[in-house]
């Protein structure tokens, strides 16, 4: 029988050695259950075939070419993927609702001695337990957040208070984005849904007796939108405000955002909207430190004119409780470690 899982938590303490998706790669690219591997038993154009046989000719001739191409592509990965494991192998299989798909490849998994199982529904029970642990259930965790101006590298110091066995949360790591104007990373940013699978894993993996370091961030990280109870209890979090130097903050800024600060025509095109906010002659001066390659410059000007004051509308706005100040006379590895030592302590005292 298909096994049931009722919660998120439950799901994913399922025991089993490997989950496979055997989804499409389409299904499978836009979101999955954390560490699943894919094993399509129906391919992109497949599917389609199928689908369109179904509604224009007849369900009995698209159930017939389904299963022909659903055992010829099991075979296949039995054969190849799945050849080198033994006979005690235990996987979890699951396709769109825990029907044809799955079954089928779980049952031939079956039969050649493995203990595969099915989930019952399949990801769109997976859906429903992470739209219910994001949307639905109040937030376990007690927040704590990093906040401060552009710059002050509350990521770098997200990272080292991690390796020091403070609980925290990425949650530009996880929407792959730096959270600003200027903020897009190699790859591009996960899908929606992939985001909050990606979130409720790590949510559902951390000790809700124990505080969560976060960055204070706005309720969009780029086009990621963060779910309702999570934006509540960030709004509601005690801040520990970090801050540095403007030197200090435009060096590091330099070296972080290089990738962009680099693409002369990929900035103007990222700038050039913000006339409407920020004026005709404050945008010319950046266009004028972009023609010159002067890197440091923008970057200077950026912050006076235009990061720094959104930080400060934004936290007027908030008004959230600041509960600690921590001052850092540098951003290299040194000042770094020290700041994450003493926001540790803070932390600890929560």
Same mark, same amino acid.
């Given at each position: 029988m298909p096994l049931k899982f009722s919660s998120l938590s439950e799901l994913y303490s399922h025991g089993f050695d490997t989950v496979i998706d055997v989804r499409s790669p389409a299904e499978y690219a836009e979101d999955h259950l954390p560490g699943a591997i894919s094993l399509p038993v129906l391919g992109n154009e497949e599917r389609a075939r199928v689908g369109t046989i179904y509604v224009r000719q007849s369900p009995f001739l698209?159930?017939?070419?389904?299963?022909?191409?659903?055992?010829?592509?099991?075979?296949?990965?039995?054969?190849?993927?799945?050849?080198?494991?033994?006979?005690?192998?235990?996987?979890?299989?699951y396709c769109w609702r825990g029907g044809q798909r799955s079954g089928s490849f779980t049952w031939l998994l079956q039969q050649i001695g493995w203990r595969a199982e099915v989930i019952e529904g399949g990801y769109r029970t997976y859906r429903r337990l992470v739209n219910r642990y994001l949307y639905d259930d109040p937030l376990p965790h007690r927040l704590v957040a990093l906040d401060?101006?552009?710059? @002050?590298?509350? @990521?770098?110091?997200?990272?080292?208070?991690?390796?020091?066995?403070?609980?925290?949360?990425?949650?530009?790591?996880?929407?792959?984005?730096?959270?600003?104007?200027?903020?897009?990373r190699p790859g591009g940013q996960p899908s929606q849904k992939a985001f909050e699978s990606r979130l409720a894993g790590v949510l559902c993996g951390l000790n809700p007796a124990r505080p969560v370091a976060v960055e204070a961030e706005s309720s969009k990280i780029g086009d990621r939108i963060l779910p309702p109870s999570l934006w509540s209890a960030l709004r509601a979090a005690p801040r520990i405000e970090v801050s540095a130097s403007l030197e200090a903050r435009t060096a590091y800024l330099v070296e972080a955002y290089d990738d962009i600060l680099s693409d002369a025509d990929r900035l103007r095109?990222?700038?050039?909207?913000?006339?409407?906010?920020?004026?005709?002659?404050?945008?010319?001066?950046?266009?004028?430190?972009?023609?010159?390659?002067?890197?440091?410059?923008? @970057?200077?000007?950026?912050?006076?004119?235009?990061?720094?004051?959104?930080?400060?509308?934004?936290?007027?706005?908030?008004g959230a409780e600041v509960i600690a100040q921590v001052e850092m006379q540098t951003l290299d590895a040194a000042g770094l470690d020290t700041a994450a030592a003493g926001i540790e302590e803070i932390v600890a005292q929560l």
């Open positions: 698209a159930r017939k070419l389904g299963a022909a191409l659903v055992f010829r592509n099991a075979a296949n990965h039995v054969e190849h993927r799945l050849s080198h494991h033994e006979g005690g192998w235990r996987p979890l299989v401060g101006y552009t710059g @002050t590298a509350k @990521t770098k110091l997200l990272e080292r208070l991690s390796a020091r066995g403070v609980q925290v949360v990425d949650l530009e790591g996880l929407a792959n984005h730096r959270g600003s104007l200027l903020g897009e095109a990222r700038l050039d909207p913000l006339r409407h906010h920020r004026g005709h002659e404050v945008v010319d001066g950046w266009f004028e430190r972009i023609e010159a390659g002067d890197k440091p410059g923008l @970057t200077r000007m950026l912050m006076e004119q235009h990061y720094d004051p959104a930080y400060l509308k934004s936290r007027k706005a908030h």
